[in-house]
């Protein structure tokens, strides 16, 4: 399976970004996680094809907005009133099995990940 990550950019505080993933092949769950310089890789939103569900990490909900085509296999993140701490490179990662909604936060979940897409945010 690849991913075809795309979106990213530089903004200013308080614009918008809207990243997507394409998934090459079988995908039971795809996900976005961000790591700024020096910092670790952290989960950001992920979804289920199967029902739909999606999980946000806290700092994000009400921010960014995590939806999907399924016949594409194909992520988006939406990320509104973008402020300096959201800037990272951020990566898409697609698990071809099924996991439980709540284990989508945990990297171990996902068995492919993108190139990354970076995100800058000025002030």
């Not at 939103?45 to 016949?71: E, H, M, P």
Request: proline share 2%; charged share 15%.
């Amino acid at each position: 399976v690849q991913l075809q990550a795309s979106g990213g950019g530089s903004v200013q505080a308080g614009g918008s970004l809207r990243l997507s993933c394409a998934a090459s092949g079988s995908s039971g769950a795809m996900g976005w996680f961000r790591q700024a310089p020096g910092k670790q890789r952290n989960f950001v939103a992920a979804l289920r094809w199967n029902g739909g569900n999606t999980v946000y990490t806290d700092s994000v909900k009400g921010q960014f907005t995590i939806s999907g085509d399924n016949a594409k296999k194909t992520v988006y993140l939406q990320m509104n009133n973008l402020k300096p701490e959201d800037a990272a490179l951020y990566y898409c990662a697609n698990a071809i099995s099924r996991p439980i909604l709540g284990a989508l936060v945990d990297r171990r979940s996902y068995s492919h990940w993108g190139q990354g897409t970076l995100v800058t945010v000025s002030s």
